[in-house]
Nanobody, 129 residues
Framework: QVHLVESGGGLAQPGGSLRLSCAAS????????MAWARQVPGKGLEWVSA????????YYADSVKGRFTISRDNTENTLFLQMNSLKPEDTALYYC??????????????????????WGQGTQVTVSS
């Protein structure tokens, strides 16, 4: 059974940093692309970042480009999201998401919800002074 367990969320000040982790189990982690998505209550889902199965390519939403870095450790079955220069608008519930494929074949694949099949329970990130 697939499990995705996020951790690392919490309260950060504007300009601060947080590092999210996602522990994956129940599938061959190194074979699948992975992504982070976030949601604010009352707003739509935003795809934040994604990474190929082997880490050779990454994608970022324009809203986080240059501030967030996605990475993965295939020996530890863990996905990461390093978030720097945090802003209040980064406040959201962050989800770790498993793709159905090893890579993305077009830029639009990154934010095509139908290409993902498992979600974690989410970790809350709050950016406030």
């Amino acid at each position: 059974q697939v499990h995705l367990v996020e951790s690392g969320g919490g309260l950060a000040q504007p300009g601060g940093s947080l590092r999210l982790s996602c522990a994956a189990s129940g599938f061959v982690f190194r074979n699948y692309a992975m992504a982070w998505a976030r949601q604010v209550p009352g707003k739509g889902l935003e795809w934040v970042s994604a990474i190929y199965y082997d880490g050779s390519a990454t994608y970022y939403a324009d809203s986080v480009k240059g501030r967030f870095t996605i990475s993965r450790d295939n020996t530890e079955n863990t996905l990461f999201l390093q978030m720097n220069s945090l802003k209040p608008e980064d406040t959201a519930l962050y989800y770790c998401v498993k793709s159905t494929d090893a890579r993305y074949y077009s830029d639009t694949d990154f934010y095509t919800e139908g290409l993902y099949d498992y979600w974690g329970q989410g970790t809350q990130v709050t950016v406030s002074s």
